[in-house]
């Protein structure tokens, strides 16, 4: 007697049969979210045995937070009249979320030499999976990083004074933005080298960090400059999440983080969908 044939007599003997079930197709929404899941899980893996992705996206906003109260201490506090600990700390954490997005972009890089990703694309798994499932893998791995620095500067004075409705709203600023950010950090990957690629992102990363209403208020720079430090995305969101959490504004900063994600990923979707395509299917 077969092996199939004694598992039938089997289950025959405890009950009626299992259920015959047809696996779904590659192309199916339900094969979309499951491999979307597994290649997160993947790569969140791979980010958690990688020291280097530790350090750059926990270590480093940590550290920096602490610098800050370090250094300038209450110096900022005093010139403006409001505690800098809120803006700090919602600075650093949209900072965390660019900077995590280049050592993703930098394991899409290797994934793509290697031939991870041309293998992936030979397999029986849904062709949108891989982008997706990076996406998902960044909106997380942001989470994590936000709650991190969330708590150091708990233990600095930040406090949440608008509630816990307002917390979890705050929170979520950071992975709104850092979706619209890894849009832009995926186009980019898959048209430029490795050590472009780190340097075109690191001086956006300084522009914004220096020029932005966390660091120090808008009324503090130029004239001339204050309308661009106002407007820019790094200064809605901060604005935002000191609403949430200090007090002030919500609705418009909110909104204007909300068009500026939306505008990031309007434009550079297509050329991170494209770009990532033939990446796997060519190795370009």
Request: net charge positive; aromatic share 8%.
């Amino acid at each position: 007697m077969s092996t199939v044939e004694k598992v039938q007599r089997e289950i025959s003997w405890h009950g009626s049969p299992l259920p015959e079930t047809s696996p779904a197709a590659e192309s199916s929404v339900r094969s979309w979210a499951a491999h979307s899941l597994l290649q997160c899980k993947r790569l969140l893996l791979v980010w958690a045995r990688d020291p280097g992705t530790t350090i750059q996206t926990l270590i480093y906003p940590a550290l920096t937070l602490l610098m800050f109260k370090v250094v300038l201490g209450d110096s900022i506090s005093r010139a403006t009249g409001m505690p800098s600990i809120y803006g700090q700390v919602a600075m650093l954490t949209l900072i965390a979320a660019m900077t995590g997005s280049v050592v993703s972009a930098l394991g899409f890089k290797a994934e793509k030499a290697s031939g991870l990703l041309g293998r992936f694309w030979t397999m029986p798994v849904h062709r949108a999976a891989g982008l997706t499932g990076r996406l998902l893998a960044e909106a997380l791995r942001v989470l994590v990083t936000t709650i991190f620095v969330l708590g150091v500067g708990l233990t600095l004075g930040f406090r949440f004074e608008q509630g816990p409705l307002a917390a979890l709203g705050l929170i979520g600023i950071p992975v709104l933005y850092g979706m619209g950010f890894a849009v832009l950090v995926t186009a980019l990957a898959t048209i430029s080298e490795g050590v472009m690629l780190v340097n075109i992102i690191g001086i956006v990363n300084t522009l914004l960090m220096f020029f932005n209403s966390g660091f120090v208020p808008v009324f503090a720079y130029p004239t001339w400059l204050q309308s661009t430090v106002e407007h820019q995305p790094m200064s809605c969101a901060i604005e935002a999440m000191r609403g949430l959490s200090y007090g002030g504004p919500v609705a418009e900063p909110l909104l204007k983080t909300v068009l500026w994600t939306v505008g990031l990923i309007a434009v550079f979707a297509y050329p991170a969908v494209r770009g990532y395509q033939r990446a796997a299917e060519t190795g370009r």
